[in-house]
């Protein structure tokens, strides 16, 4: 974050769930990561007697207006209101609806300017991630808080909706491909199917439940002792048990079939399925290696993602990112 003399900008990290979609709307753990990618916004203050305003894809919209984004910014302004209005941009390079958390990073990264230029340099990181909050709530009804945690960690955390974030600091790092199904999905939606499978069928949706934390409790040991094997027939364990509740489509297990003959690890849908983005596991390598075999099996399935016309790129995800000292409290909802 830095601040000039009258702008103040805020950043985010876009995210991938490694594990525990779904199911951490039910208050099953999930391994998550803030990746390069992300959002940024900057904010000034208004000058006195002018709306607040936000600018972003091309378009100025006003508090007051009837849309979502409208609505989503009014409700971040109105965490802690202020007699001052501010004029706030905002841009990400995560797609919309690819399932890489591009609305909450671009919640978490207007919430850090407004923090900013509101109440002066260092935003109150606790006010930070109840606005951002407010905002995502207004486009996915009834979030985990998973996306928002992990816009604003930056690193690999444990999630649990109700008890908080755990930063998880191993001494590896992961590189993963990240391919974009080529449709978007509706949060929203899909949350609400799974919602409908539960109570047509609470027996199918316990066990579903009860893999994934099984799964997510086992990631967690492989993560920390650096086994990228087993990580990676976590995650299509994980893909197996999202794909029985229906989420997955056939682009997707294209996408998985194709990481997996390259020579991924593993491969799985992330975020919300029913499109959005794939991860395939290139594998784990000693933290701030340069030109791991990790780096470049997940180079080389990007590039087998994107001769297949899928979109795609190759992300490290830092282990050890920060001391681990921190520990967000994240009330989810
Ligand atoms: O599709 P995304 O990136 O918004 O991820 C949604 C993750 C879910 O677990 C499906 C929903 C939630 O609120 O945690």
């Not at 992990?150 to 690193?155: H, K, N, S």
Request: some cysteine.
């Amino acid at each position: 974050m830095t601040t000039e003399a009258s702008s103040c900008e805020g950043t985010a990290s876009g995210k991938v769930i490694l594990f525990g979609e779904h199911a951490v709307v039910y208050a099953v753990p999930g391994i998550a990561a803030g990746i390069d990618r992300g959002a940024r916004a900057k904010a000034t203050r208004a000058a006195s007697g002018e709306r607040s305003s936000l600018l972003m894809s091309g378009r100025t919209l006003t508090p007051d207006e009837d849309s979502d984004h409208a609505r989503a910014f009014r409700a971040l302004l109105t965490v802690e209101p202020s007699c001052m209005g501010v004029h706030v941009e905002a841009s990400a390079d995560v797609p919309p609806g690819g399932g890489l958390g591009c609305s909450a990073a671009l919640g978490v990264a207007i919430a850090r300017a407004v923090e900013s230029a509101t109440f002066g340099d260092t935003p109150d990181e606790a006010r930070v991630l109840e606005r951002a909050l407010a905002w995502e709530r207004v486009f996915h009804g009834n979030p985990s808080g998973i996306d928002t945690a992990a816009a604003i960690a930056g690193t690999f955390l444990l999630y649990e909706r109700g008890a908080g974030t755990k930063p998880l600091t191993p001494p590896y790092d992961v590189w993963l491909a990240v391919g974009y199904s080529g449709a978007s999905a509706s949060t929203k939606q899909m949350v609400e199917g799974i919602a409908r499978i539960k109570d047509r069928n609470p027996d199918l949706f316990d066990k579903f439940l009860s893999g994934v934390r099984a799964i997510v409790e086992n990631a967690r040991l492989a993560l920390e002792a650096g086994d990228g094997r087993a990580l990676g027939q976590l995650m299509d364990m994980n893909q197996m048990l999202l794909a029985g509740v229906l989420l997955s489509t056939e682009a997707i297990e294209k996408m998985c079939a194709i990481a997996r003959s390259t020579g991924a690890l593993g491969a799985k849908l992330t975020g919300s399925g029913g499109g959005g983005s794939v991860i395939a596991l290139g594998g784990i390598c000693p933290r701030g290696e340069r030109r791991s075999a990790a780096e470049e099996l997940a180079v080389r399935i990007a590039a087998a993602w994107s001769d297949a016309g899928f979109a795609a790129f190759p992300t490290r995800i830092h282990g050890s990112h920060n001391d681990g000292a921190t520990s967000l409290e994240s009330p989810g909802q």
